[in-house]
């Protein structure tokens, strides 16, 4: 997995509130049996037009927004399905950050699996990234995920909270199966126990 | 004496296989439901660092979202991303030697039907799916979650996951539903009421005298949908009616194994005075036949109101209100039974259970759909489906004018080809009306079987009250 340390990059602005995973990627994208090549079709039935050229309203199809790493979104990002290609859409787009005041648990977990940094702020402080977010590419966010600091343009600091051993993952690129085959012990244990009072299982 | 404990924190308690300092907990996983959207990756992950499935004998796999459900099928799949997708399950099944239920095979169906009706899923158990709507086994009080691809090779190789505890939330709904009333209703309107991130961080537990009332099905109707009011489960202590379900199931406990398992499954409910983070109470007396009119599942309201305007709303929900009423093409204050409906969806993993069948045939006996209408049945399996030809259910779909398909995911979210066409609008039994979830441009308003059949039937969102 990438590591994810610091990030100073243009963040776009999605106020929406519920964005779901069928607007992130929708369903005629997860026949893929890869998890690259995604980020050309992220939000795409905002993105594009019915005739499939781009809709110049959306926010990722402004020159400014084009090199965006970072989205600012509005409450509950994420909502709806498991499905882990709306994270690789959004790494595959280039973005690295998502900003928001809630997440949906899935998606959130999805997110730490792929070198995507989600963060959690007070709405207030959402308010204030989401209006630096739309100065568009005057405007660079900075993200430091070792002092868990996020900084505006003006350089107002804003603190965020996150879970040390996914902190500790990210910062380091560490694969999750291979921190847990080295437990393979209290694995083995475990299921040992379970044969004589489960047998059933 | 030990602290009481919620139903959530006896199973969590008996599935750690490792705690760490910071209480990252390795849960172990009794059950792993496979499909062949999300899986794909993660068995190449396995592939390319040689590793194998640890528990093949507790991996249990079966193709659902991209499978055809028209009645020649045997031909093969038309299109060829869906074609390779159910061919890579086929190879990754054998290849790692799971459990497999194939395209051809009666047992197929959507997984989250098959794995009850097998008798993989019981009380007590951890179960997990790359599939937000694992949801529905909490119905047995197993605990029961959606995870990503990532996840999914995780438990593959491992069989476990890398969780943290949530927190416990009670949505209790007391005394009897009134008639017309049903499962989804309560689901629909709980989420109503809390919003689609009312349950974010928690597992629910679902009580009352409402829920004690409603048979496992409707039980796995009301846990289906915990996902999108945000939790990570639902759950449902295991009572009478769940062993009755669960004995004699293929893939059940038998004979001195099932007494054993019985004697545990009877330890599994909340204890008196155990801590709940956060309650919810809704008497089951106000809940009404409901539909959505947005296109969040939070966008909930009885049949009898009319559609609001986003002015009625606060906050962010006031641009997402708007966005969703543009998107349905409706007008605020139109009576929601004036609105004509072009489709009518029966299935899904949330509905497409026998009794879900039972109560929208019921409806429609010996009428006709409109005129015009396309109207389609598509059973939860292949052994739901059998059954319903044996009760007479088939013929009184046909009948009507319904098309009586073979068993999948299909329109619930048009991954195969059953799918909306911009513009036209569905009265759909499934789970999601987000935008473009069963067609770019299609609209969505979710119901019960009942109310879907009475939709079919008018042409319009209908109560079915009126017409039982």
């Given at each position: 997995m990438d590591k994810f340390e610091k990030l100073s990059g243009i963040a776009a602005p999605m106020p929406l509130i519920n964005i779901d995973t069928d607007m992130i990627i929708p369903k005629v994208f997860l026949k893929t049996i890869k998890r690259s090549g995604l980020g050309v079709n992220l939000f795409d039935e905002m993105r594009y037009l019915d005739d499939g050229s781009e809709n110049s309203d959306f926010v990722l199809n402004k020159p400014q927004y084009r090199e965006a790493e970072i989205l600012v979104a509005g409450d509950n990002f994420g909502c709806g399905s498991s499905r882990e290609h709306a994270p690789w859409a959004i790494k595959d787009f280039g973005i690295r950050c998502v900003i928001s005041t809630s997440y949906a648990d899935i998606f959130f977990n999805n997110c730490f699996k792929n070198g995507i940094l989600p963060i959690v702020l007070p709405k207030a402080q959402v308010d204030v990234l989401m209006k630096d977010a739309e100065k568009g590419s005057n405007a660079r966010i900075e993200v430091d995920l070792e002092a868990q600091t996020v900084t505006t343009s003006d350089g107002e600091t804003f603190s965020f909270e996150v879970d040390a051993f996914k902190k500790h993952c990210l910062l380091n690129g560490l694969d999750d199966i291979g921190l847990t085959m080295e437990k393979a012990a209290s694995i083995d244990a475990y299921e040992s126990k379970l044969q004589v009072s489960h047998p059933w299982v | 004496m030990t602290a009481p404990k919620t139903l959530y924190d006896k199973i969590w308690d008996a599935h750690v296989a490792h705690e760490a300092e910071d209480g990252t907990c390795l849960l172990y996983i009794d059950r792993h439901l496979v499909h062949e959207v999300t899986s794909p990756q993660a068995f190449e992950g396995l592939r390319m660092s040689g590793r194998k499935v640890?528990?093949?004998?507790?991996?249990?796999?079966?193709?659902?979202?991209?499978?055809?459900?028209?009645?020649?099928?045997?031909k093969g799949i038309d299109n060829p991303e869906s074609r390779i997708q159910v061919e890579a399950l086929d190879k990754?099944?054998?290849?790692?030697?799971?459990?497999?239920?194939?395209?051809?095979?009666v047992r197929q169906g959507i997984v989250h039907i098959v794995g009850p009706e097998q008798g993989w899923t019981l009380p007590g158990m951890t179960?997990?799916?790359?599939?937000?709507?694992?949801?529905t086994h909490g119905a047995f009080g197993a605990l029961a979650h959606g995870i990503g691809t990532s996840e999914v090779e995780h438990v593959l190789a491992t069989q476990t996951l890398?969780?943290?505890?949530?927190?416990?939330?009670?949505?209790?709904?007391?005394?009897?539903?009134?008639?017309?009333?049903?499962?989804?209703?309560?689901?629909?309107s709980v989420i109503g009421a809390t919003g689609t991130a009312g349950g974010t961080g928690y597992v629910i537990e679902y009580c009352g005298e409402a829920i004690r009332d409603l048979s496992m099905e409707g039980r796995m109707t009301v846990c289906n949908m915990a996902i999108e009011g945000g939790?990570?489960?639902?759950?449902?202590?295991?009572?009478?009616?769940?062993?009755?379900?669960?004995?004699?199931?293929?893939?059940?406990p038998k004979g001195a194994s099932w007494e054993t398992a019985l004697a545990y499954w009877k330890s599994l409910f909340t204890d008196e005075g155990a801590h709940f983070d956060k309650v919810v109470t809704l008497k089951a007396e106000d809940i009404a036949p409901v539909v959505t009119w947005g296109t969040s599942p939070e966008d909930v309201l009885p049949i009898t109101a009319s559609v609001p305007a986003s002015s009625d709303f606060e906050g962010g929900?006031?641009?997402a209100a708007a966005r969703s009423l543009d998107y349905m093409g409706l007008t605020s204050g139109t009576p929601l039974t004036d609105i004509a409906i072009d489709?009518?969806?029966?299935?899904?993993?949330?509905?497409?259970?026998?009794e879900d069948l039972r109560a929208a045939a019921e409806i429609l006996k010996g009428k006709k759909i409109k005129d015009g209408m396309r109207a389609m049945v598509v059973p939860g399996s292949g052994l739901v489906r059998a059954q319903a030809e044996e009760e007479g259910l088939a013929d009184i779909f046909k009948e009507a004018g319904f098309e009586w398909r073979l068993a999948g995911c299909s329109m619930c979210l048009a991954m195969n080809p059953d799918q909306l066409a911009?513009?036209?609008?569905?009265?759909?039994?499934?789970?999601?009306?987000?935008?473009?979830?069963q067609g770019r441009g299609g609209r969505t308003h979710l119901m019960s079987p009942a109310m879907a059949a009475a939709a079919a039937i008018t042409g319009k969102l209908t109560d079915v009250r009126e017409i039982m």
């Open positions: - | 640890r528990a093949p004998e507790k991996t249990i796999a079966v193709p659902d979202h991209n499978v055809p459900t028209t009645l020649d099928r045997a990754n099944a054998a290849d790692f030697g799971i459990h497999y239920y194939p395209v051809s095979d179960v997990v799916c790359g599939d937000s709507h694992t949801a890398i969780q943290k505890k949530s927190k416990n939330m009670k949505v209790e709904i007391t005394g009897k539903l009134r008639p017309g009333v049903t499962a989804k209703d309560i689901t629909l939790a990570r489960a639902g759950l449902i202590a295991p009572d009478e009616k769940t062993f009755a379900y669960c004995q004699g199931r293929p893939h059940a929900k006031v641009d489709t009518v969806f029966i299935g899904s993993c949330t509905n497409g259970r026998i911009p513009g036209e609008r569905c009265a759909a039994t499934s789970n999601r009306n987000f935008e473009g979830r």
